[in-house]
């Protein structure tokens, strides 16, 4: 990020603070909107060039603002045609963000924060520990350059439809500048997308799911990866907080408060952990005859892990039992792995400065998964 200390970056920043900039400097409320435009859907980064407003207000843009996103440090293309982008945050440090593309979509996955601080045991982020959060300026600034930088759709469209906050980091912890994006990428003076194609991925803070569903309605992903709170407790150790009952409560009001019901659960597959027959039918219990939507990941692996994928054979069997028992489940189609770029293995580089207890235990991945075939068959 190249920001000037004394000029104030309106990147990121929310309509309604926005708004308040601009009247503090003789504007009008409306100019927010017409400043929206500009900055997301025309890319205009120069205040000179934006000829609606008065020149009296550029000029005073120009003093005390600017428009900085952060800076590129690299790229990587798979030979699936999956992109990957390294973002500078600082002090050496970096994030990591893709590109998917699609027949009919092409789907972003941003990060929100500088490594994570939740230490699941199956992700290369949780790995790295935890720096900080990114600004709303970071987030959104990912979203920026795809849009510049990747060609368009052949209808004209930007390359980018959907919106996933399934990068490095833990969306929900870093609230405050989470939400001003997600306001401006569902908002139609800026990037205008349908609340259905914008996600948040969050492993469980349950009080920041209640509050999401009325601060600014998009679509859930809930990181669940277990059935039992015995096992989800040692992969996903937010659970001791929140445990599977509390969590999905959370989840069902919701899905009351949205149009478009469902909530997807996110079941990454570990092999002789947590993909037996006996662990789907647990599953199926927990979410049979609600607005759920069961995504499985083939767990992707990354340097210094003990866990393996499970085999193509038993995500399908899988995935069968689910919807034998009446679940919409899918399996995501694994992409960018040859970049590092896939569900579970982006870590940026981050200067650990909140060890987070991965690095300070030994995980048994073989007692994980004697434990939960015990707690699934019970």
């Known amino acids: 990020m190249t ?13 309604g603070a926005l708004e308040q900039f601009l009247v503090e400097r003789g504007g009008k409320p409306f100019h927010a909107r017409q400043l929206l435009q500009w900055i997301y859907q025309r890319d205009v980064d120069d205040f000179d060039a934006m000829t609606d407003l ?59 924060q500088v490594g994570c601080a939740l230490d699941c045991s199956f992700c290369a982020t949780g790995a790295q520990g935890f720096n900080r959060n990114l600004t709303s300026a970071e987030i959104i600034g990912q979203v920026r350059h795809a849009i510049r930088e990747l060609p368009r759709r052949e209808n004209g469209e930007a390359a980018v439809t959907n919106v996933v906050f399934m990068g490095m980091g833990e969306p929900l912890a870093n609230y405050r500048n989470l939400v001003p994006v997600l306001n401006l990428l569902v908002s139609d003076w800026s990037y205008g997308l349908s609340r259905r194609r914008v996600t948040v991925s969050t492993s469980g803070i349950v009080p920041h799911i209640d509050k999401l569903g009325d601060d600014c309605n998009v ?45 997807t659960f996110e079941y990454v597959m570990l092999r002789g952990v947590n993909d037996s027959i006996e662990q789907a039918d647990q599953l199926a219990r927990l979410l049979q005859g609600r607005a759920a939507k069961v995504n499985l990941i083939p767990f992707n692996p990354f340097p210094g ?74």
């Open 3 to 15: 920001t000037t200390a004394e000029k104030i970056n309106l990147l990121g920043m929310s309509q």
């Open 54 to 112: 008065s020149k009296s207000l550029r000029r005073r843009l120009r003093e005390d603002a600017e428009i900085s996103a952060p800076e590129v440090q690299a790229k990587f293309t798979s030979r699936d045609g999956t992109v990957k982008w390294l973002f500078s945050s600082g002090a050496g440090q970096s994030v990591e963000t893709v590109f998917i593309p699609e027949a009919r979509r092409g789907t972003l996955c941003i990060s929100s």
């Open 219 to 263: 679509a859930l992903a809930v990181s669940l990866h277990a059935a039992s709170d015995e096992l989800r407790d040692q992969l996903v150790p937010i659970n001791k907080m929140h445990p599977i009952g509390q969590l999905l409560e959370s989840c069902w009001r919701y899905a009351a408060k949205r149009s478009n019901r469902f909530i």
């Open 305 to 378: 892990t003990g866990f393996k994928r499970s085999s193509v054979a038993t995500i399908r069997h899988f995935q069968s039992r689910l919807r034998e028992k009446g679940l919409v489940a899918t399996t995501r189609r694994t992409r960018g792995d040859d970049i590092n770029a896939a569900c579970g293995q982006l870590a940026g580089k981050v200067s650990d400065r909140v060890r987070t207890r991965l690095g300070q235990r030994k995980i048994n991945r073989k007692s994980i998964g004697e434990k939960s075939m015990r707690t699934a068959s019970a």
